[in-house]
């Protein structure tokens, strides 16, 4: 499994690199999937590199990934576990967003931050922001972000996800608006203020 390419670059494209690991015996050119981030701190050809490297193995292809920073390779490794982000989607968040933005993102609960990545719509982004919530705090680059739990009334926040699940939204993005309402609306709110705000959360 390749974990680390150190070569010259041979070529910058929008969204991928070709590096030259040439030895005595001959050269070879590996193809780097990267974020515009990772591209952009590249020097032009024929300038030496060192990135560390992402490998995903699939039947068909084995797909090289590539970062300038650890903390990159690791928000990428987090967000591909999120549902609905592959590769590609996760790139263009890292692309739109760095660590620490995306830190300050998920802390803040901002989902058109997100929604500025190209492949990630509402519903994603209130999927990252609910999965991601209690992650982003232990991430790198957090730059010592708190980030709060979310705010739980007994009673109140489980009778209104429940009903939200039998409207037919799906549990996850539910869940998001009820934390992100319960936490507005502070201590002891009436269950059918929480619940139409939560309807309105999720219509937009």
């Not at 030895?23 to 974020?35: D, I, K, M």
């Not at 576990?81 to 692309?95: C, E, N, P, R």
Request: hydrophobic share 45%; charged share 20%; aromatic share 4%.
């Amino acid at each position: 499994m390749i974990a680390l390419l150190t070569g010259r670059v041979e070529s910058i494209e929008a969204d991928r690199c070709v590096i030259d690991v040439s030895g005595p015996a001959g050269g070879v050119g590996y193809l780097v999937h990267a974020s515009t981030r990772t591209l952009a701190s590249l020097q032009p050809p024929p300038a030496l590199v060192r990135l560390l490297i992402e490998t995903q193995v699939r039947e068909d292809a084995i797909t090289l990934f590539g970062f300038a920073e650890s903390a990159e390779r690791d928000w990428f490794r987090l967000l591909t576990t999120v549902q609905g982000v592959g590769a590609k989607v996760a790139l263009s968040i890292l692309s739109a967003l760095s660590p620490k933005d995306l830190i300050s993102a998920i802390a803040a609960g901002d989902r058109a931050a997100l929604t500025r990545a190209s492949g990630v719509g509402a519903k994603l982004a209130v999927r990252l922001l609910t999965e991601l919530r209690d992650k982003a705090g232990a991430m790198p680059s957090s730059g010592g972000v708190f980030i709060p739990p979310p705010v739980s009334k007994p009673g109140v926040d489980a009778d209104a996800l429940s009903a939200l699940v039998n409207l037919g939204y799906k549990r996850p993005e539910a869940q998001g608006a009820v934390a992100r309402v319960m936490e507005r609306l502070g201590d002891a709110p009436a269950l059918d203020n929480v619940i139409r705000e939560c309807l309105k959360e999720l219509a937009r």
